[in-house]
């Protein structure tokens, strides 16, 4: 198993240009998440989904669009990027949220936008 | 909401000692409870977690203490290596909630 992956590693964005985070996973886990990670700071979960076709908002979700049509896939919208958006992204997943269950977390995607 | 605080953003030991790292919570009915360590450049990484039905619980070199009285949170390492070099951070969940929130994270040194 490739466990979690994410694309790109680092990518550089200019203010107001769009953007697709990647991220898939082949453990066939229901609960995907998305989160910010900024320096000095813990994560914050932007976006997440329970199951392929239903997503919901977390505790930063202004300026990100989410959709999973497919289990394996979560992608992650920029839909005009700003300096505030700069950080480091994790998506996450796990088996399932309806019972207590460790999340398998992405090596990440530094983003900067200028 | 729940909210999850650290007691200190960094924590420096002499390797071979043990270590403490403590979190905070504010909601008591949060059921469970994740302490992940993240090296640099890597997503976070599992390394234990507890229910709230439990006081504590022990893997390998880790043991996980919850004081459900005081909304108090700590992980034990023993023998701490220079590989446990990381930011460690605890991660809770309210009952019936679908999301952790995280605490900021202790930075873990460990000197020669």
């Known amino acids: 198993n490739a466990g979690v992956t994410q694309t790109p590693k680092f990518q550089v964005l200019k203010t107001g240009q769009s953007m697709t985070l990647q991220c898939a996973q082949d453990?066939?886990?229901?609960?995907m998440s998305w989160y910010r990670q900024d320096p000095g700071m813990g994560l914050r979960l932007i976006h997440y989904?329970?199951?392929?076709?239903?997503?919901d908002q977390g505790e930063v979700p202004n300026g990100y669009n989410v959709s999973r049509s497919t289990t394996e896939d979560f992608p992650l919208r920029l839909l005009s990027a700003a300096p505030s958006q700069t950080s480091v992204y994790f998506c996450?997943?796990?088996?399932?949220?309806?019972?207590?269950?460790?999340?398998?977390f992405g090596p990440g995607t530094r983003l900067t936008v200028l | 909401g729940e909210s999850v605080g650290l007691h200190l953003p960094t924590l420096s030991v002499q390797e071979g000692d043990n270590s403490i790292i403590n979190c905070a919570y504010s909601?008591?009915?949060?059921?469970?409870f994740i302490w992940y360590k993240q090296e640099s450049g890597k997503g976070p990484q599992f390394i234990i977690d507890i229910r709230s039905n439990m006081d504590k619980r022990q893997g390998q070199r880790v043991t996980v203490l919850l004081n459900k009285t005081v909304k108090h949170l700590s992980l034990q390492i023993a023998a701490t290596q220079p590989g446990d070099s990381a930011v460690y951070f605890c991660a809770v969940r309210g009952r019936g909630a679908q999301k952790l929130v995280f605490g900021q994270g202790t930075r873990l040194t460990i000197n020669p």
């Open positions: 989904s329970v199951g392929a076709g239903i997503t």
């Open positions: 909601n008591s009915a949060s059921d469970y």
């Open positions: 996450a997943s796990s088996y399932s949220y309806g019972l207590p269950d460790t999340q398998y």
């Open positions: 453990m066939n886990h229901e609960y």
